[in-house]
């Protein structure tokens, strides 16, 4: 244990003893999100990125461990362990490193090499080995045996080749050399499979595509695996990039032959042993590379995807909400009607409808009639209306309303609606609204998310949300750790009230399960309003371990104890209380009080128990209370008229919000159906290698448009609204794709190592960032 200690505090920067306490705390089962906010001095003050990046290495590294256990004590039972093994065992790092000092010692099927093992011909084999002036054909006569087939002495030379291309193929040292040659200098290559180009149109950006495996972006390697799986694409890898045409041998046949310290110089067997090395290349340890460095550039694929999908999704849980206001939720749809939903500023439901502005009825003024006299009954100020089909037709009628009916102060908004429709058919909405028609449930969830988007966001599947980058090409079940610990930090530095919040809700809390919570809204229905945390002692099955991890984010407006309502955990409480007794001042006075409290020194109230940085932040949340860390409530204004992508023009200035943002830019809505791109290139009027330092999710920009392809649903923004821009001849016409590099084409393959050496003798990948961005794409290289 303190070996991976060492390796995670080398790893994190920080020193072992903060990450001992850290694991510690994990392995008794405290939450990151307790241990960040309220173990500070037991671990030095490490934050929730620290401590989830800590807890996903120490899985990592403990399953190492066991891994490690599991090949040692195999390799003792089989007599085989030396001093020096042991040590390059304990002395690896990686899984993969692991596995491949174990190859030699794995228990195998029956190989060729074994077979000629058994038929003696290992003595054939190493004395050519050994003696490379042998003539082969000579010494095989040795080993004819009838028994065994062998009855030729190509039979002979065949099995002395078979033991020694398996006996290369799981040499570690060799292996690794090789990977790291494959990783620095080998292209992932992908081609259309014939007769396949029509049927997999979105994959045309990979027809012709090679790139280098280790610098190619996540998109463009998830679309190349996935066009592979979906049947339209090759993928392979190219060893050799820079190798001339014609060459005989590759670079890893040279690299072989160097490893073993094999020198040309035309003797007798060196022919043999040539083949020899060329058959353990291309048989034995080509497809192991190709299969193991394709693994590699997945993996690493698949953790930048997750880590933009977790990212995007931060920031949309972080929206600001509008807050505690009667809503009008409308779920826009053409003939099958707009779902209206009434929820009051508390969320709850009190009116639902179905009006039909649109074709076929067109009831356009009874709708308004409909909304308007809604608003009245129940003092609604907001309006929200989903994004999706029929959304500005539905935005259209909502402006006429607010025109016709100034008096009711209305404020319209267009939230994203991903994912209302998988809440409405969820088994969450089922138990909160057994009597409501399914297509309803998705008005009531949009009018709730501009309330309070975390609030309702946590009740649906997070990938569902709509905000990833290629989420159903990842490992599921590493997504749904990622976002799962996104949802759970997000829930925990917000706060939940704890009177209101729903079982969902309550699950994401540190500390508590979908039992818990269940548990807690249960004793409320039956006991009323929770008056002080206390009370949830009483909640069962809820023991002193829960309630240790739950307590601090729990919150209770106008209960017992006003401390209640903030985020200082009930265990910190004497803390407040000696502050009060010493400064003579009730906690009412206090609470709020700035003055009162920028004049007191926090090291006067510590003690063994809690230490500076735990009073400092009691004495930050005295000053405000239950302060929400999301940012204020602002909304985009959408231009008039234009309606979708035909609307369009090059040179439009719009304003929009970010929807999504990717490693290569940002998707903008304008209103039109249909989210354009902003190129990374066009985001900034300085380079910038990262999105994300210029827009997160949920972001309020002013765009131009530089392009539109209608016939490929395409558009493109600039955020330099100062950029000059064209019409070009066609705006439909789809131009190169910027992302594509061809073979042959001049890309930076990386070095040739010893490849010189004569031997002897919202669409997919690049293609989501768009063909219609080539001319930004180019300027960026400049």
Not at 207 to 216: D, R
Not at 368 to 379: C, E, G, I, M, V
């Amino acid at each position: 244990m303190s070996e991976i200690v060492q390796v995670i505090a080398q790893e994190l920067n920080v020193q072992p003893l903060q990450v001992a306490a850290a694991v510690k705390l994990l392995d008794e089962g405290a939450t990151v999100p307790f241990i960040a906010r309220y173990r500070k001095e037991v671990t030095g003050g490490l934050d929730d990125g620290h401590l989830r990046t800590l807890e996903s290495r120490l899985i990592y590294l403990r399953e190492l461990n066991e891994r490690r256990a599991v090949i040692l004590k195999s390799i003792k039972e089989q007599e085989k362990l030396t001093p020096q093994l042991e040590s390059s065992i304990l002395a690896a790092t990686s899984k993969t490193d692991l596995e491949e000092l174990y190859l030699p010692y794995k228990p195998k099927r029956r190989t060729k090499g074994q077979i000629a093992i058994e038929a003696g011909l290992e003595p054939l084999a190493d004395s050519l080995l050994a003696d490379l002036t042998l003539n082969p054909d000579n010494e095989a006569e040795k080993y004819l045996n009838a028994e065994h087939n062998i009855n030729i002495g190509k039979d002979a030379l065949d099995g002395a080749r078979y033991i020694l291309m398996e006996r290369f193929a799981v040499d570690a040292e060799l292996l690794k050399k090789i990977r790291t040659y494959l990783w620095q200098n080998a292209t992932l290559d992908s081609a259309v499979i014939e007769g396949k180009q029509q049927e997999g149109a979105k994959f045309a950006d990979y027809f012709e595509f090679s790139e280098n495996l280790n610098s190619i972006p996540s998109h463009r390697a998830l679309a190349v695996f996935r066009g592979r799986n979906e049947g339209i694409l090759t993928a392979t890898l190219n060893a050799d990039p820079q190798a001339e045409e014609g060459a005989t041998h590759s670079a890893v046949e040279v690299m072989i032959a160097d490893h073993y310290g094999f020198e040309w110089q035309g003797r007798a067997a060196e022919t043999w042993l040539k083949q020899v090395i060329k058959w353990t290349w291309r048989i034995k340890i080509s497809t192991h590379m190709e299969t193991e460095l394709f693994a590699q550039v997945r993996d690493g694929a698949e953790d930048n995807a997750i880590k933009v999908f977790a990212t995007n999704l931060k920031d949309l849980l972080m929206a600001a909400p509008a807050g505690a206001k009667a809503t009008i939720g409308l779920d826009p749809g053409i003939r099958t009607g707009v779902k209206v939903a009434v929820v009051d500023n508390t969320g709850k439901v009190l009116d639902t409808a179905v009006i039909y502005p649109h074709e076929p009825q067109n009831a356009w003024d009874k709708s308004k009639r409909t909304l308007a006299n809604l608003a009245r009954k129940h003092k609604a100020q907001l309006i929200s209306i989903g994004n999706g089909t029929g959304s500005r037709e539905t935005d259209k009628l909502v402006g006429e309303l607010m025109k016709d009916e100034a008096e009711l102060k209305l404020v319209k908004v267009m939230v994203n609606e991903a994912g209302a429709s998988v809440y409405s058919a969820s088994e969450t909405a089922a138990l909160e609204f057994p009597n409501m028609d399914v297509s309803l449930r998705g008005a009531v969830s949009i009018a709730r998310r501009l309330q309070d988007p975390l609030a309702e966001l946590v009740k649906i599947e997070p990938k569902s949300i709509g905000v990833g980058q290629y989420q159903h090409d990842v490992s599921q079940s590493m997504l749904a750790r990622a976002l799962d610990a996104v949802v759970e930090d997000c829930v925990n530095a917000v706060g939940v009230d704890l009177n209101m919040a729903s079982v969902p809700l309550l699950t994401r809390v540190s500390g508590l399960n979908k039992t818990l919570a269940q548990n807690i809204v249960e004793f409320r229905d039956s006991n009323g309003r929770f008056q002080n945390r206390s009370e949830l002692k009483k909640v069962t099955r809820l023991g002193p371990k829960a309630f240790e991890q739950c307590a601090g984010f729990l919150r209770i407006a106008d209960g017992d104890n006003p401390l209640d309502a903030s985020s200082v955990h009930p265990e910190a409480y004497p803390v407040v209380k000696k502050i009060v007794e010493a400064n003579q001042v009730a906690v009412n006075e206090l609470i709020g009080n700035s003055t009162k409290l920028k004049a007191l020194k926090a090291a006067d109230y510590t003690d063994e128990k809690f230490g500076l940085p735990t009073v400092t932040d009691i004495i930050k949340e005295l000053d405000k209370p239950g302060r929400d860390p999301r940012p204020e409530f602002k909304t985009a204004t959408f231009k008039e008229g234009v309606d979708s992508i035909n609307d369009l023009k090059v040179g439009m200035k719009l304003e929009g919000v970010v929807t999504n943002v990717t490693n290569f830019g940002a998707f903008i809505d304008v209103g039109v159906h249909q989210d354009g791109l902003v190129h990374i290139s066009a985001m900034s009027e300085t380079f910038i290698d990262d999105p994300r330092k210029v827009v997160k999710a949920g972001d309020i920009v002013k765009v131009k448009v530089t392009e539109v392809d209608v016939a490929r649903k395409r558009i493109g923004f600039t955020m330099r609204l100062n950029d000059e821009v064209h019409a070009t001849a066609s705006d439909n016409k789809a131009k190169g794709n910027p992302n594509q590099t061809k073979r042959g084409a001049g890309n930076n393959r990386g070095k040739s190592g010893g490849g010189q050496k004569s031997f002897g003798g919202n669409s997919l990948g690049g293609g989501a960032m768009g063909n219609a961005f080539a001319e930004a794409f180019a300027k960026a290289k400049k």
